[in-house]
């Protein structure tokens, strides 16, 4: 039998929202109006599950991204998701979202650098492999043009999220590649399917975003992941 999960994304000023039957997405929603999770979440949710002749009842778990990102983009996904989940009686997963926004990558690269913006010269990233396994920490950067230096230098990367165009203002290595997006609920597919199997359910009582809000202010701005 495919499983069915309903995959939430809020972390940025996006909304997004899809629902998989087994690998295939079967419908997805999107809006990128900025403040706008609030108001249009819960009628997306309806909207994938009626498009995909789903029931509450026919869903295996839920999806959300847990962060970094947006302290109220966060809160918002997390609170209808586990709401969600009490009705409804499903198990929840929780989504890294640097983890998500690596898997939209495309093209061939020796590493992916995932960033959520921050404030100011600050964003929130880690670094993953050619193939999306992270290889180190999620931590708090302030961007100049020697962060990641030991990642260019090493081979080709591609720097993807919400925060590349500070970065690509300071960087003109030659191995850097920069793709702006905001992290999508159609990109949670193979992270959530992976941690369905696996059984990583999370504590809906007490399960809360990850801000990585403690990291920002120690952070040199040499830092690299």
């Known amino acids: 039998m495919s499983e069915k999960i309903l995959m939430i994304e809020t972390s940025t000023e996006c909304c997004s929202v899809a629902v998989c039957d087994g690998p295939r997405i079967v419908a997805s929603r999107i ?18 599950l009626q498009e995909a002749g789903f029931r509450g009842e026919d869903l295996d778990a839920v999806a959300v991204s847990e962060g970094p990102g947006s302290y109220t983009g ?41 960033m959520i913006d921050a404030r100011r010269m600050e964003v929130y990233a880690a670094v993953f492999d050619g193939t999306c396994r992270k290889t180190g920490p999620t931590q708090a950067v302030i961007l100049d043009g020697d962060s990641f230096r030991e990642e260019l230098e090493a081979g080709t990367v591609l720097f993807i999220g919400t925060g590349v165009q500070k970065f690509q ?38 399960f809360e975003p990850f ?8 952070v040199s701005k040499h830092s690299v992941l």
Request: proline letters at 7%; hydrophobic letters at 45%.
């Open 31 to 48: 809006d990128e109006t900025p403040r706008q999770q609030s108001a249009m979440l819960v009628p997306y949710i309806v909207d994938v």
């Open 74 to 114: 966060l809160r918002v996904g997390v609170s209808t998701a586990k709401g969600y989940c009490f009705g409804a009686g499903k198990p929840l997963l929780g989504i890294d979202t640097l983890q998500i926004l690596a898997q939209q990558a495309e093209g061939s690269f020796d590493r992916i650098v995932a």
């Open 169 to 206: 203002a300071v960087c003109n290595h030659p191995n850097a590649s920069f793709r702006e997006c905001p992290p999508l609920a159609t990109a949670m597919l193979s992270p959530a399917l992976a941690a369905l199997q696996k059984k990583e359910f999370k504590d809906i009582a007490y």
């Open 211 to 218: 801000y990585l809000k403690e990291f920002v202010a120690g």
